[in-house]
């Protein structure tokens, strides 16, 4: 049987990673995750007896840790970050820390451990905006323009240098905007479902017509199955659903599916440096065999019911911290926000 290292598999992403391989193979999973406000044990409840899963409690900037846990693996998917734009704008050192220095102890001790492979989950912010009618394959240059999007291609550009290097078996995703079932809700999808949900308003930065592609969290998954194990190694693969919409639109649809009036949209001051737009050619994915089985309704439809039938997961995540960020980032933004008039 196969170990398969897990980073970050408490968060949104790792966690719904963590469900499918479990599901789907009969390997060993070790999930290295550090716990931060966005790690949540509660997304691994349904699988915390399994055999064949275990949870190591650390960080992966740890290297001595790291070589302990790397000992006992084949394979490494890489989640672990902090993953939040506008926090990265606030306190970017964390973001250096983890997802460039992080990603180096990991590669160091996967090269020491000589792994079969080492699948890193990188973003499509790393090419920075997407000028109109500019659609980035994987040969365009990092333009990154968020302290977030700088980290991920600082981490993304030590995987290169030890493919380079070494010889170490790596494939990079670079994945669309995830959508689906436990995101923590300072992303602004569950952000607006969860205040539609309690009839709080819905900070739409701008005007709300930045666009971002929506790509539902399990077509991300089946895609990084693939790359784990069918990935050319040392290519790197752009994960987009084709599902590009402007925020206010996102916003209306979530207001419609929960039947909630659209008075509750609130334009607020911008986010500084704000990508408009992220767009990727996903063919050289798609020439693996994989394409998403979500369009943006099924993909918004599925998230909005998530929601819906598990408050008692998002109302314990939004008390106590959740609070003292929600008045920090929106208290005087709300307060001085011009309403919809759509
Ligand atoms: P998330 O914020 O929900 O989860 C991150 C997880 O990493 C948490 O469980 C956290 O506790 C853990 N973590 C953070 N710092 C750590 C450290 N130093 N050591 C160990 N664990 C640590 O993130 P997500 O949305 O699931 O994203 C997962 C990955 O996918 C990230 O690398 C992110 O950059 C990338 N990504 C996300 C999206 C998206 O839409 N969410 C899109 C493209 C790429
Ligand atoms: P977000 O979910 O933070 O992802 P990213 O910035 O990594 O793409 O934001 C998605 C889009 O929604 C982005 O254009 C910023 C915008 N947004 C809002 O309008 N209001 C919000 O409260 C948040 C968090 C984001």
Redesign the pocket.
């Known amino acids: 049987m196969r170990t398969i290292l897990v980073t970050g598999g408490a968060g949104f992403i790792g966690s719904n990673f963590i469900h499918h391989l479990l599901q789907k193979y009969d390997y060993r999973v070790v999930n290295l995750d550090k716990l931060t406000y966005a790690g949540n044990l509660d997304n691994l409840r349904d699988i915390q007896d399994d055999p064949r899963y275990r949870f190591v409690h650390g960080n992966i900037c740890d290297s001595q840790l790291v070589g302990r846990v790397m000992a006992e693996v084949d394979a490494v998917v890489h989640f672990a970050a902090e993953s ?3 926090r990265s704008i606030v306190d970017p050192g964390a973001f250096i820390q983890t997802d460039v220095y992080g990603t180096f102890v990991l590669l160091e001790a996967a090269r020491q451990r000589g792994v079969e492979r080492f699948l890193h989950v990188s973003t499509d ?1 790393v090419y920075g905006q997407s000028l109109p009618g500019q659609r980035f394959t994987e040969d365009d240059p990092f333009r990154p323009r968020s302290p977030y999007a700088a980290s991920k291609a600082g981490g993304e550009l030590q995987c290169r240098a030890f493919i380079e290097t070494y010889g170490l078996p790596i494939v990079i995703a670079r994945p669309a ?1 995830n959508i689906g079932p436990r995101q923590y809700p ?4 569950p ?1 607006f479902i969860t205040n539609a949900l309690d009839d709080q308003p819905l ?3 701008g005007q ?1 017509l ?1 666009v ?1 592609d929506r790509l539902y969290v399990e077509d991300h998954c089946e895609a990084l199955d693939l790359l784990l194990h069918w990935g050319e190694l040392g290519e790197a693969y752009n994960i987009s659903a084709d599902n590009e919409r402007p ?1 206010i639109e996102v916003a209306e649809t979530i207001l419609e599916l929960l039947e909630k009036p659209k008075s509750l949209i609130r334009f607020v001051e911008d ?1 500084p440096g ?1 990508d408009q737009r ?1 767009s990727m050619d996903s063919a050289k994915m798609r020439a693996l065999g994989w394409s998403p089985r979500h369009d943006f309704t099924a993909a918004i439809e599925k998230t909005v019911a998530w929601y819906r039938e598990n408050r008692w997961w998002w109302e314990k995540v939004k008390s106590g911290q959740y609070q003292e960020y929600y008045q920090r980032m929106y208290g005087r933004r709300l307060a001085e926000a011009k309403p919809y008039e759509g």
């Open positions: 939040h734009v506008d912010e905007n300072e992303k602004a999808v952000l900070p739409v930065y709300g930045q971002r925020n986010r704000h992220y």
